[in-house]
């Protein structure tokens, strides 16, 4: 039902800046929670940031917090991840991803019902 497709991915040097975009469709999407998780090959699914379907309330992993930022736009049907000051240990596929705000906790992707495709985001001087 519902669809998300990220986008914004690409090759950046260390201490630049990237704003990745998901855009959901389907309906629904205002209730939803929305979440980013990256993944590294050979690595676990890592939850980024994650942001409630209504209050804004945010909440981020201790490796991204100061430095990423996520927000929506609920009129657009739309998810943001602003990151700056990125790191070679950001490199990874980031995903976007939603999930009705009763399944806790939000950190943990299992939780999360719909997933886009995922966007590569490269960090490497």
């Known amino acids: 039902q519902v669809q998300l497709v990220e986008s914004g991915g690409g090759l950046v040097q260390p201490g630049d800046s990237l704003r990745l975009s998901c855009s959901a469709s389907?309906?629904?999407?205002?209730?939803?929670?929305m979440a980013w998780f990256r993944q590294a090959p050979g690595k676990e699914r890592e939850f980024v940031a994650y942001?409630?379907?209504?209050?804004?309330?945010?909440s981020y992993g201790d490796s991204v917090k100061g430095r990423f930022t996520i927000s929506r736009d609920n009129a657009k049907n739309m998810v943001y991840l602003q990151m700056n000051s990125l790191k070679a240990e950001d490199t990874a596929v980031y995903y976007c991803?939603?999930?009705?705000?009763?399944?806790?906790?939000?950190?943990?992707?299992?939780?999360?019902?719909?997933w886009g495709q995922g966007t590569q985001v490269t960090v490497s001087s």
């Open positions: 991803a939603g999930k009705l705000p009763r399944y806790y906790p939000q950190y943990t992707a299992a939780n999360y019902h719909y």
């Open positions: 389907g309906g629904g999407f205002s209730s939803y929670t």
């Open positions: 942001i409630s379907s209504s209050d804004g309330t945010t």
